[in-house]
């Protein structure tokens, strides 16, 4: 069974500032890797994902997340936030081929302030 | 296109009611699902449609029952519900038997009085 740790539930950081969400996986097997968001009252966006290949993934709104196998880690990184990014973000798992299921961290509140 | 659409958005029902929830793709996908989402919680899966044939039921009450008439349509019906299963469903589609990138709906906020 593989499971996600999201180290921070909340971050609270200044406007134009660098933000880092940091999450880490387990797994016995290869898996999958997403970070959604969800602003309030909505559903979940996906922001990126990886599948293989270059450890550097970017994604929507100017987002990225790096892969590193050897600490197990998916962090979501993005060099400078806007108000607009305030939001839920989740990170998640999945072993694919038709496993279907799709294993969430607890979630990280990025708060941005002005 | 990556859009999941799910009716109602906000839908307020008594314990003895009969209501329906639906979510529509049209991306292909034949793998679609529900999730269960309380306030300041990550979603949590109910069930799971793989080429419309009930896949997975993660033990849940039978007074939600889902039903998947086609490959681009998911149902799900409400009767005799809690005050606790107020909360937020969100429907997911996705591909099946590769990595199965779930897109999700907007959701219905669902209060049961």
């Known amino acids: 069974a593989q499971s996600v740790t999201q180290l921070d539930s909340q971050v609270p950081v200044f406007e134009e500032a660098p933000v880092e969400l940091r999450c880490n996986y387990s797994s016995s097997v290869s898996v999958y890797l997403f970070w959604y968001v969800q602003y309030p009252n909505q559903g979940l966006q996906l922001l990126l994902k990886?599948?293989?290949?270059?450890?550097l993934v970017k994604g929507i709104n100017g987002f990225e997340a790096e892969f590193n196998k050897s600490q197990t880690s998916f962090h979501l990184r993005k060099p400078s936030v806007h108000i607009s990014d305030t939001a839920e973000y989740f990170c998640?798992?999945?072993?694919?081929?038709?496993?279907?299921?799709?294993?969430f961290g607890k979630g990280t509140l990025l708060t941005v302030n002005p | 296109d990556t859009e999941v659409t799910q009716t109602p958005k906000h839908l307020v029902m008594g314990m003895t009611n009969k209501k329906s929830l639906k979510c529509e793709q049209h991306?292909?996908?034949?793998?679609m699902y529900w999730y269960k989402q309380k306030a300041k919680k990550p979603p949590e899966l109910m069930f799971v449609?793989?080429?419309?044939?009930?896949?997975i039921n993660e033990s849940v009450p039978s007074r939600f029952s889902p039903e998947c008439p086609n490959s681009s349509l998911l149902n799900l019906h409400l009767h005799a519900l809690q005050p606790e299963d107020s909360a937020l469903y969100l429907c997911a589609s996705s591909q099946v038997g590769t990595e199965e990138t779930q897109y999700f709906g907007p959701g219905t906020r669902l209060l049961v009085l």
């Open positions: 991306m292909g996908h034949r793998a």
């Open positions: 449609y793989s080429y419309e044939k009930l896949s």
């Open positions: 998640a798992v999945t072993k694919g081929g038709s496993n279907y299921k799709l294993t």
């Open positions: 990886y599948l293989s290949g270059s450890t």
